[in-house]
């Protein structure tokens, strides 16, 4: 039986490590895939590995350590991997081993991670810079700081005497991971297809009695059922009230008739996320405040998706949206100023819209890459994938709302990829408009 990813393309992964190489010259690049993660007691997490080291490498086992080695003649990408355990393969599964990381992953030399120290500190010494990214495994950093330290210590008995430098690693990987290559487009294309079908059945499965984890239950039993590792982030499927908490998770509230239900989900597939969100009735049709926001939301997130385009910025995209949520709150009598530029200036739309309005979209659903370049923000380019994601927030707590609105949150998300003239909607299978959502749902 094919799987549903084995068509898509795969990725040179020689071709990013010859970049990285490039920027080091005579220095040396570490990156960490980290150990298993404990749920509780004895039970781990499914592994999912780091992005970049990934990225780079393709081997997604955990606790294994890539060195790219600028100023080696021969050994210049080597990896250091757990080794083969024929007693834990028996629990879990059978792993790759040194011979695996050079006959499958393309290392030049590959040893058990137990020699890292022994093996990574002579190239420390040696090398013009150490590049490495401080990430959330501290045991590790201290490792490798007290290894660089050593390692600094011996240069004037090795007769080198250049400047020590620690640099972070990080950017040499983001700026190729924010602009997307053909094949990396084919497996987000594929992500967003396997989100597109769970958005449909949850949108045709929602009714009122049901409860948000049913919700949640479809949504994330799609994904596996067409091939996705699973979700690309912890679904949000949020009734009422709940859908004016950003990132509400819970999921455990019911659906009661008159309330609008958030969800925003997406799944992984091949490493690469999608990352959608829609707002409908629970019932069979908006009351006329709901509607009355809903197209507010609606207009500003058509036309933020249209101002994406080459030369525009993520700063711009949200400048767009957010000139036509302001309007639509005064149209409404919800904020106290006299103009859009009153109210751009006093701030007031904040009680109703607290975040942004687009992010990077990648490998991480909150992908890498720089928004500000040169103390500017940053032009858009061909290849790179973003979100546009406007939204408006009701709270119950929030004085000076009409009963109408009180207890509303509606967000729309696209993933648009920016193109040589314009910007293509890649989630535009799923409905928006109310009479396509009210037709599916009614249906």
Known sequence: MSHPTDALPSFDRAARRAR????????????????????????????????NFFFLTG?????????????????????????????RETWTGPRAGVDGAIERFGADAAYPIEQLQEKLAPRITNAGALYYHLGHDEAFNLRLMDMAKSAWAARP???????????????LVYEMRLRKSEAEIAWMRRAIEVSREAHLAAMQATAPGGAEFEIEALLEYTFRRRGASGWAYPSIVAGGANATVLHYIANEDA?????????DAGCEVGYY????????PIGRDFTPGQRRLYDVVLRAQEAACDAVRPGATVESVHDTALEILVDGLLGLGLLSDATVADALKSEEY???????????????????GAYNVA????????????????????????EGVPEEYAGVGIRIEDDVLVTDDGGEILTAG???????ILALRND
Do not use: Q
Request: charged residues 30%.
């Open 255 to 263: 659906l009661r008739d008159g309330e609008l239900l958030l969800i």
């Open 375 to 398: 103390g500017a923000p940053r032009p858009l380019e061909p290849g790179m994938v973003l979100t546009v994601e406007p939204g408006l927030y009701f709270a119950p707590r929030l």
């Open 20 to 51: 990285v190489f490039e920027e080091i010259g005579d220095g040396i690049a570490v990156f960490r895939a980290p150990p298993l993660a404990v749920h509780a007691n004895d039970v781990e997490y499914r592994y999912r590995p780091d992005s």
């Open 273 to 280: 996320c999608a990352d959608i969100t829609r707002t409908f």
């Open 430 to 436: 799923v409905p928006k408009r109310p009479d396509e």
């Open 59 to 87: 081997f997604g086992e955990p606790d294994a350590v890539a060195v790219l080695d600028g100023a080696a003649d021969e050994e210049r990408f080597v990896l250091f991997v757990p080794p083969r355990d024929p007693d």
């Open 157 to 171: 008995r090795t007769a080198n005497d250049r400047p020590t430098s620690l640099i972070d690693s990080g950017p």
């Open 350 to 368: 904040k009680r109703f819209y607290m975040h942004r309005t687009s992010h990077w979209l990648g490998m991480d659903v909150h992908d890498v």
